[in-house]
């Protein structure tokens, strides 16, 4: 977990998104890099798209004071090429925001992508940046909780059924498992009823 992209899409939740890729970076000595999205405009007059564009240009400046601040207060250097070895450096190397459709392309070089919360209640995901870090990057995604979480990566689970799918997920929780984390590996297998476990770890 060296490279680690932040993705920045609901200024309120934003804060909560930095606090988790903060704690793994901590634990791993990462490069956190931060990054707004926008959504992809289609079909709108001239002049709806100027106010778009300015309430995104907007959002993004909010995304970027929010992500520089946090920094700053936590003494975190800004410098790419600066730091001791082990120490967490930021980076926040684009003002302008990328298109949401784009994103999996960009977070392909990380080894982990941090996503927000969004919506009225701050439940879920914005589902178009989830899928496209998902389905578009192959990297891991780390999905923030509403709140600014006190810690992480105390417990990993990873689970088996001997699938490919699973051999995949499995190999990019290996490097959550932290010194300090107590990993659980389960084998079994999900019929329609739900999770079996034939043994565990």
Not at 114 to 127: C, F, H, I, M, N
Request: glycine letters at 8%.
């Amino acid at each position: 977990m060296k490279s680690i992209l932040v993705v920045g899409k609901d200024p309120r939740s934003f804060e909560s998104t930095l606090a988790t890729a903060w704690l793994v970076a901590e634990q791993f000595g990462s490069y956190v890099e931060g990054v707004a999205t926008r959504a992809l405009a289609i079909s709108i007059t001239p002049t709806t798209f100027e106010g778009l564009e300015a309430e995104e240009v907007a959002r993004a400046e909010r995304l970027k004071d929010t992500f520089q601040e946090f920094a700053r207060g936590r003494q975190i250097s800004g410098d790419p090429g600066a730091g001791e070895r082990g120490s967490v450096i930021t980076n926040w190397p684009l003002d302008d925001p990328v298109l949401v459709q784009t994103l999996g392309e960009r977070g392909r070089v990380f080894d982990l992508i941090v996503v927000g919360r969004s919506g009225e209640a701050l439940k879920v995901p914005d589902t178009p940046v989830m899928e496209s870090a998902l389905f578009d990057s192959g990297r891991p995604v780390l999905i923030a909780p509403k709140a600014p979480p006190k810690s992480i990566v105390n417990a990993v689970l990873n689970a088996w059924n001997g699938a490919a799918e699973s051999a995949r997920a499995v190999a990019f929780a290996l490097p959550c498992e932290a010194p300090q984390s107590n990993p659980t590996h389960v084998f079994g297998n999900w019929p329609a009823g739900g999770l079996r476990i034939d043994r565990q770890t």
